[in-house]
């Protein structure tokens, strides 16, 4: 995506020829499927996506959820006091009978205010006000909240010692805001990938990344790509450093590169 947050005309038709000469093509997000999967419409991808960080594992042309990493119990009840005891709200997901639904129970900030309206207005996810140790089951699959960092860093040090979840603390590129999101220790990029290779019989990735949480990705990579705005730590992970998002540096290497998809 460009700093619009948008694919570019000429990103989707890159992407699409490529498929329709006979690649592969898929999307490692932290988004979810309301917002995913509505930002990349355009394109005639045909091989599931991950989800969430890899928390999900999505079918976009049979909508349905292939696999799912569900949250213990246990551990969103410790997530839930590490944010309780540092004054931080967080929105919580659940999937059940296929629908992601997000919980929360106070938006306590503008950011926050702002993460909620574009995706309940634009997106459609559905929202819920509630207690959210009340929902903390075994259907939850992760907890994010965006914000200062300061604010942020003493709760992401606090679960880190909470067994059987993981996190991803990183600066977005595109809007300039820190996010916190956790999720079960089986969900990664990194495990998204090596499950899609194993099932749908893929011997090669190419992993195109511009953040920390794509660092994972680069793991089950054969080759690793960093677009030209990535943050310094994945450049230096990348066997390649492409042109930005704004000047259409995936497209641009796919189309000088095949060989290296092959």
């Known amino acids: 995506m460009n700093s619009d947050a948008a694919v570019s005309e000429k990103t989707v038709k890159t992407i699409n020829s490529f498929i329709k000469g006979g690649g592969y093509f898929t999307f490692a997000t932290a988004r979810s499927i309301y917002s995913a999967v509505p930002k990349t419409a355009e394109m005639d991808i045909r091989v599931p996506c991950i989800l969430m960080n890899g928390v999900s594992i999505y079918d976009i042309k049979n909508e349905q959820y292939v696999k799912n990493e569900f949250i213990d119990p246990a551990a969103s009840a410790g997530v839930l006091r590490a944010f309780e005891k540092h004054g931080v709200h967080c929105f919580m997901y659940r999937i059940d009978k296929g629908i992601l639904t997000c919980y929360y129970?106070?938006?306590?900030?503008?950011?926050?205010?702002?993460?909620?309206?574009?995706?309940?207005?634009?997106?459609?996810?559905?929202?819920?006000?509630?207690?959210?140790?009340?929902h903390a089951d075994e259907k939850a699959v992760y907890f994010t909240t965006t914000g200062e960092?300061?604010?942020?860093?003493?709760?992401?040090?606090?679960?880190?010692?909470?067994?059987?979840?993981?996190?991803?603390?990183?600066?977005?590129?595109?809007?300039?805001?820190?996010?916190?999101?956790?999720?079960?220790?089986?969900?990664?990029?990194?495990?998204?990938?090596?499950?899609?290779?194993?099932?749908?019989?893929?011997?090669?990735?190419?992993?195109?990344?511009?953040n920390l949480n794509d660092l994972p990705m680069f793991e089950q990579a054969d080759v690793k790509v960093a677009v030209g705005n990535a943050r310094d730590e994945v450049k230096d992970a990348a066997d390649y450093v492409i042109g930005t998002n704004d000047n259409d540096g995936v497209a641009e290497w796919l189309t000088t590169n095949n060989s290296n998809c092959g």
């Open 149 to 210: 960092y300061e604010k942020l860093l003493p709760v992401k040090q606090e679960i880190e010692h909470i067994a059987g979840v993981d996190i991803a603390f990183y600066l977005d590129v595109y809007n300039g805001a820190w996010y916190l999101e956790i999720f079960s220790h089986k969900a990664s990029k990194a495990n998204g990938i090596r499950f899609i290779r194993e099932h749908y019989g893929f011997s090669k990735v190419v992993a195109f990344g511009d």
């Open 105 to 134: 129970s106070e938006l306590t900030t503008n950011v926050m205010r702002s993460f909620a309206e574009v995706r309940k207005y634009e997106y459609k996810k559905p929202f819920v006000q509630c207690r959210l140790a009340d």
